[in-house]
Protein backbone atom coordinates (compact mmCIF):
# COMPACT_ATOMS: atom_id res chain seq x y z
CA UNK A 1 0.00 0.00 0.00
CA UNK A 2 2.59 2.53 0.93
CA UNK A 3 4.74 1.75 -2.27
CA UNK A 4 1.00 2.59 -4.34
CA UNK A 5 1.02 5.84 -2.41
CA UNK A 6 4.36 6.78 -2.95
CA UNK A 7 3.66 5.97 -6.84
CA UNK A 8 1.07 8.00 -6.96
CA UNK A 9 2.79 11.01 -5.23
CA UNK A 10 5.37 10.88 -7.79
CA UNK A 11 3.16 10.70 -10.65
CA UNK A 12 1.24 13.98 -9.22
CA UNK A 13 4.78 16.21 -8.61
CA UNK A 14 5.75 14.66 -12.33
CA UNK A 15 1.99 16.20 -13.83
CA UNK A 16 2.56 19.44 -11.96
CA UNK A 17 6.32 20.23 -12.98
CA UNK A 18 5.22 18.99 -16.37
CA UNK A 19 2.08 21.83 -16.49
CA UNK A 20 4.59 24.22 -15.69
CA UNK A 21 7.08 23.45 -17.61
CA UNK A 22 4.61 23.77 -20.90
CA UNK A 23 3.84 27.31 -19.65
CA UNK A 24 0.55 26.75 -17.75
CA UNK A 25 -0.58 30.61 -17.06
CA UNK A 26 -0.41 31.73 -13.49
CA UNK A 27 -1.18 35.15 -12.16
CA UNK A 28 2.59 36.31 -12.13
CA UNK A 29 2.26 36.09 -16.17
CA UNK A 30 -0.29 38.97 -16.20
CA UNK A 31 2.18 41.82 -15.19
CA UNK A 32 4.50 40.81 -18.07
CA UNK A 33 3.51 44.44 -19.63
CA UNK A 34 3.48 47.92 -18.38
CA UNK A 35 0.29 48.35 -16.80
CA UNK A 36 -1.72 52.40 -17.61
CA UNK A 37 -0.32 53.43 -14.32
CA UNK A 38 3.77 52.63 -15.26
CA UNK A 39 2.86 53.25 -19.09
CA UNK A 40 1.92 56.80 -17.88
CA UNK A 41 4.76 56.83 -15.60
CA UNK A 42 7.35 56.48 -18.09
CA UNK A 43 5.43 58.53 -20.69
CA UNK A 44 5.72 61.80 -17.80
CA UNK A 45 9.61 60.48 -16.96
CA UNK A 46 10.73 60.27 -20.40
CA UNK A 47 9.20 63.78 -21.14
CA UNK A 48 11.56 64.99 -18.96
CA UNK A 49 14.60 64.08 -20.26
CA UNK A 50 13.14 65.93 -23.52
CA UNK A 51 15.17 69.43 -24.53
CA UNK A 52 13.77 72.25 -26.78
CA UNK A 53 14.07 71.81 -30.77
CA UNK A 54 13.41 74.08 -33.39
CA UNK A 55 12.16 72.90 -37.19
CA UNK A 56 13.19 74.90 -40.23
CA UNK A 57 10.62 75.21 -42.87
CA UNK A 58 9.86 76.69 -45.85
CA UNK A 59 5.70 77.76 -45.79
CA UNK A 60 5.51 78.68 -49.37
CA UNK A 61 6.45 76.61 -52.30
CA UNK A 62 5.84 76.78 -56.15
CA UNK A 63 6.00 74.89 -59.30
CA UNK A 64 4.71 74.00 -62.60
CA UNK A 65 2.04 71.02 -63.24
CA UNK A 66 3.39 67.92 -64.38
CA UNK A 67 6.79 68.62 -62.84
CA UNK A 68 8.83 67.56 -59.71
CA UNK A 69 9.66 69.81 -56.56
CA UNK A 70 11.96 68.67 -53.45
CA UNK A 71 10.87 69.79 -50.23
CA UNK A 72 12.96 69.74 -47.30
CA UNK A 73 12.78 70.77 -43.41
CA UNK A 74 15.28 70.29 -40.71
CA UNK A 75 14.75 70.01 -37.41
CA UNK A 76 17.76 71.51 -34.61
CA UNK A 77 18.22 70.25 -31.01
CA UNK A 78 18.91 73.65 -29.55
CA UNK A 79 21.54 74.39 -27.67
CA UNK A 80 22.57 78.67 -27.10
CA UNK A 81 24.60 78.53 -30.40
CA UNK A 82 22.67 76.35 -32.72
CA UNK A 83 19.22 78.64 -31.75
CA UNK A 84 21.03 82.07 -32.78
CA UNK A 85 21.84 80.36 -35.78
CA UNK A 86 18.41 78.78 -36.67
CA UNK A 87 16.77 81.82 -35.87
CA UNK A 88 18.82 84.06 -38.29
CA UNK A 89 19.10 81.19 -41.10
CA UNK A 90 15.63 79.98 -41.18
CA UNK A 91 12.22 81.47 -43.19
CA UNK A 92 9.80 80.02 -40.66
CA UNK A 93 10.85 78.00 -37.55
CA UNK A 94 8.72 76.56 -35.26
CA UNK A 95 9.67 75.11 -31.64
CA UNK A 96 8.90 71.96 -30.26
CA UNK A 97 10.12 69.53 -27.57
CA UNK A 98 12.46 66.95 -29.16
CA UNK A 99 15.13 63.97 -27.79
CA UNK A 100 15.28 60.63 -29.44
CA UNK A 101 13.40 58.86 -32.54
CA UNK A 102 12.03 61.68 -34.67
CA UNK A 103 9.20 61.18 -37.42
CA UNK A 104 7.66 63.84 -39.97
CA UNK A 105 5.20 63.40 -42.41
CA UNK A 106 4.45 65.66 -45.05
CA UNK A 107 0.62 64.98 -46.98
CA UNK A 108 -1.81 66.82 -49.10
CA UNK A 109 -5.86 66.00 -48.62
CA UNK A 110 -6.20 66.30 -52.85
CA UNK A 111 -5.15 63.46 -55.01
CA UNK A 112 -3.75 65.88 -57.53
CA UNK A 113 -0.87 66.38 -55.16
CA UNK A 114 1.35 63.16 -54.54
CA UNK A 115 4.00 63.09 -51.96
CA UNK A 116 7.24 60.63 -51.69
CA UNK A 117 9.40 60.69 -48.50
CA UNK A 118 13.12 60.45 -49.89
CA UNK A 119 15.20 58.52 -46.87
CA UNK A 120 14.20 57.11 -43.52
CA UNK A 121 11.18 58.40 -41.65
CA UNK A 122 12.16 58.38 -38.23
CA UNK A 123 15.44 59.84 -37.47
CA UNK A 124 17.10 59.83 -33.98
CA UNK A 125 18.57 63.28 -31.90
CA UNK A 126 20.61 62.53 -29.03
CA UNK A 127 22.32 65.31 -28.02
CA UNK A 128 21.81 69.95 -28.31
CA UNK A 129 23.03 70.73 -31.32
CA UNK A 130 22.11 67.64 -33.53
CA UNK A 131 19.85 67.62 -36.44
CA UNK A 132 17.46 65.40 -38.69
CA UNK A 133 16.68 66.65 -41.99
CA UNK A 134 13.63 64.96 -44.15
CA UNK A 135 13.17 65.27 -47.75
CA UNK A 136 10.43 64.92 -49.84
CA UNK A 137 9.72 65.23 -54.07
CA UNK A 138 6.03 67.12 -54.71
CA UNK A 139 4.48 66.40 -58.09
CA UNK A 140 0.84 67.77 -59.05
CA UNK A 141 -1.29 66.95 -61.77
CA UNK A 142 -3.69 69.70 -62.22
CA UNK A 143 -2.82 73.67 -61.66
CA UNK A 144 -4.19 75.25 -58.88
CA UNK A 145 -3.81 76.80 -55.47
CA UNK A 146 -3.27 73.21 -52.89
CA UNK A 147 -2.29 72.93 -48.96
CA UNK A 148 0.27 70.85 -47.77
CA UNK A 149 0.58 69.50 -44.10
CA UNK A 150 3.81 69.13 -42.18
CA UNK A 151 3.77 67.01 -38.92
CA UNK A 152 6.35 66.05 -36.34
CA UNK A 153 6.55 63.40 -33.90
CA UNK A 154 9.02 62.88 -31.38
CA UNK A 155 8.85 58.82 -29.93
CA UNK A 156 9.28 57.25 -27.08
CA UNK A 157 11.92 55.10 -27.94
CA UNK A 158 11.48 52.89 -30.33
CA UNK A 159 7.88 52.08 -30.13
CA UNK A 160 5.26 54.19 -32.28
CA UNK A 161 4.32 56.06 -28.84
CA UNK A 162 4.20 59.86 -29.17
CA UNK A 163 6.06 62.10 -26.59
CA UNK A 164 5.61 65.32 -28.53
CA UNK A 165 3.60 65.87 -31.20
CA UNK A 166 3.59 69.01 -33.21
CA UNK A 167 0.19 70.42 -33.47
CA UNK A 168 -1.34 71.97 -35.27
CA UNK A 169 0.58 70.83 -37.94
CA UNK A 170 2.19 73.33 -40.07
CA UNK A 171 0.21 74.29 -43.37
CA UNK A 172 2.62 74.96 -46.49
CA UNK A 173 0.92 76.58 -49.42
CA UNK A 174 1.73 75.03 -52.79
CA UNK A 175 1.06 76.53 -56.12
CA UNK A 176 1.13 75.11 -59.26
CA UNK A 177 1.12 77.17 -62.70
CA UNK A 178 0.05 75.52 -65.67
CA UNK A 179 2.27 75.47 -68.77
CA UNK A 180 0.88 75.91 -72.66
CA UNK A 181 1.86 71.84 -72.87
CA UNK A 182 -0.42 71.27 -69.91
CA UNK A 183 -2.95 73.18 -71.97
CA UNK A 184 -2.35 71.28 -74.63
CA UNK A 185 -2.81 68.09 -73.24
CA UNK A 186 -6.51 69.10 -71.64
CA UNK A 187 -7.40 70.64 -75.29
CA UNK A 188 -6.37 67.39 -76.60
CA UNK A 189 -8.51 65.31 -74.46
CA UNK A 190 -11.43 68.17 -74.42
CA UNK A 191 -11.14 67.37 -78.15
CA UNK A 192 -11.64 63.70 -77.91
CA UNK A 193 -14.13 63.81 -75.81
CA UNK A 194 -16.12 65.84 -77.87
CA UNK A 195 -15.16 64.13 -80.72
CA UNK A 196 -16.72 60.93 -79.15
CA UNK A 197 -19.93 62.78 -77.78
CA UNK A 198 -20.45 63.67 -81.37
CA UNK A 199 -19.51 60.76 -82.62
CA UNK A 200 -22.49 58.92 -80.16
CA UNK A 201 -24.79 61.76 -81.55
CA UNK A 202 -24.12 60.97 -85.00
CA UNK A 203 -24.83 57.15 -84.38
CA UNK A 204 -28.17 57.77 -82.60
CA UNK A 205 -29.28 60.76 -85.61
CA UNK A 206 -28.17 57.57 -88.23
CA UNK A 207 -30.77 54.97 -85.83
CA UNK A 208 -33.60 57.91 -85.94
CA UNK A 209 -34.72 56.70 -89.64
CA UNK A 210 -34.93 53.64 -89.94
CA UNK A 211 -36.41 53.19 -86.08
CA UNK A 212 -39.06 55.78 -87.14
CA UNK A 213 -39.83 53.22 -90.53
CA UNK A 214 -40.01 50.23 -88.10
CA UNK A 215 -42.41 52.35 -85.85
CA UNK A 216 -44.28 53.56 -88.64
CA UNK A 217 -44.61 50.17 -90.32
CA UNK A 218 -45.75 48.14 -87.35
CA UNK A 219 -48.84 51.11 -86.75
CA UNK A 220 -49.59 50.61 -90.67
CA UNK A 221 -49.58 47.12 -89.93
CA UNK A 222 -51.59 46.91 -86.80
CA UNK A 223 -54.46 49.59 -88.70
CA UNK A 224 -54.73 47.25 -91.67
CA UNK A 225 -55.58 44.27 -89.20
CA UNK A 226 -57.81 46.55 -87.77
CA UNK A 227 -59.45 47.58 -90.67
CA UNK A 228 -59.70 44.05 -92.16
CA UNK A 229 -61.28 43.00 -89.29
CA UNK A 230 -63.93 45.87 -89.11
CA UNK A 231 -64.63 44.36 -93.01
CA UNK A 232 -65.36 40.76 -91.57
CA UNK A 233 -67.96 42.15 -89.08
Same mark, same amino acid.
Given at each position: MRTRIAVAWCL??????? =?????? %?SDSGSGAGLGQAALEASIRNDRKHLFDGSLTYTPYISMSVGGHLTYAVILTARGEKSSRRAAQA? =???RVLRVGGWQGAGLSADDPDVKTVLHG %?????????????????SVSADEPGAYDLALTVITYQGETNRALATLDPPIKIHLKVYNT????????????????????????????????TELVQGRREARKQRDENRDGYM
Amino acid at each position: MRTRIAVAWCLLLLLTLG =LAACGV %PSDSGSGAGLGQAALEASIRNDRKHLFDGSLTYTPYISMSVGGHLTYAVILTARGEKSSRRAAQAA =LETRVLRVGGWQGAGLSADDPDVKTVLHG %PEKHAIAAPGETAQWQWSVSADEPGAYDLALTVITYQGETNRALATLDPPIKIHLKVYNTWSHRFTSMQNWLYTAAGIAGALVGIYALRAPLTELVQGRREARKQRDENRDGYM
